[in-house]
């Protein structure tokens, strides 16, 4: 499965990082930035959550 940002909906509150912070980060600019796009089986939950936790929808799975 992959995580997909929506940079345009992206606000940088940061709940997703908290979520998976093994997937994704703030850059100094408060930007979201994917470490990786592709989640394996075993940041499957983290990546679930950060999906679920995002106020604006700005990321999905696919």
Do not use: F, K
């Amino acid at each position: 499965m992959n995580i997909v940002l929506d940079r345009a909906r992206c606000e940088g509150h940061g709940l997703c990082e908290e979520a998976a912070p093994q997937l994704m980060h703030l850059d100094d600019d408060g930007e979201l930035v994917l470490d990786r796009e592709r989640v394996d089986e075993a940041d499957a939950a983290a990546a679930h959550a950060a999906v679920r936790v995002c106020p604006v929808a700005a990321l999905r799975l696919a």
